[in-house]
């Protein structure tokens, strides 16, 4: 089974408004870390936001907020106001605390249109 | 700047070339990391190293050689690749602790044309 699902291959926003990257993950350890990551065209991965499992409240980092439904088993990313800039690959990650290994979603690819 | 570098940036071979690719960390991590991207596909974890040891191999072809001499470099030897194998690869370190925190830092990425 997929530990992590990123359903939506594509996305269109326009600049100034927010969008929703749903993610929803896989696992039977009840201590784990969430990540998004954000990929543009030069490649590199850049970290954007990190919820733990036992985290009360939702992460917030500047314009990115983590939609955590633990009962679902759903982190979806929120960028609100978007701008041209955040025109990239955006992938979601976990974390279990057994081994040193990530596991990522196959990627939302987000296109912000002026 | 993530801290994590990875030279070349771009490396074009032959299919009978040897060459290598090198990953460094200068974040004191002890966990290092291959990741294989190709165009339209999801990240491949190839290999883990953790202090030195590798602990990952996920069914990677013998033609990709892993080495960790320490745990601030990390290397990919290759040799007699296929054009399949053109790709971005990116490394990765993170802290090897217990805890499900600890980001993963990712270098730029080499992008490999096989030719």
């Known amino acids: 089974a997929q530990k992590i699902t990123q359903t939506q291959p594509g996305m269109f926003v326009q600049e100034k408004e927010a969008v929703t990257l749903d993610c929803t993950y896989d696992?039977?350890?009840?201590?784990?870390?969430l990540f998004w990551y954000k990929q543009p065209s030069s490649g590199e991965m850049i970290f954007l936001i990190y919820?733990?499992?036992?985290?009360?409240q939702n992460a917030t980092e500047g314009r990115y907020s983590l939609n955590f439904q633990k009962a679902r088993k759903s982190a979806n990313l929120v960028i609100s106001a978007s701008q041209l800039g955040d025109s990239a690959m955006y992938f979601c990650?976990?974390?279990?605390?057994?081994?040193?290994?990530?596991?990522f979603g196959t990627g939302t690819s987000l296109t912000v249109i002026p | 700047e993530t801290g994590v570098t990875q030279t070349p940036r771009h490396l074009v071979m032959g299919m009978t070339n040897k060459k290598s690719l090198k990953c460094e960390q200068h974040?004191?991590?002890?966990?290092m990391y291959w990741y294989k991207q190709s165009a339209k596909k999801p990240l491949e974890l190839m290999f883990v190293?953790?202090?030195?040891?590798?602990?990952e191999n996920n069914s990677v072809p013998s033609r990709f050689s892993p080495e960790c001499p320490n745990s601030s470099h990390l290397f990919l030897h290759l040799h007699t690749l296929q054009p399949e194998d053109s790709a971005l690869y990116l490394c990765?370190?993170?802290?090897?602790?217990?805890?499900?925190?600890?980001?993963?830092?990712f270098g730029p990425g080499t992008r490999l044309t096989v030719l």
């Open positions: 990650a976990m974390r279990e605390p057994t081994g040193n290994q990530f596991y």
């Open positions: 974040l004191g991590h002890n966990a």
């Open positions: 919820q733990g499992s036992y985290d009360q």
């Open positions: 696992t039977s350890d009840p201590s784990y870390g």
């Open positions: 190293y953790n202090f030195k040891e590798q602990t």
């Open positions: 990765a370190s993170s802290s090897a602790s217990i805890s499900s925190y600890n980001e993963q830092f």
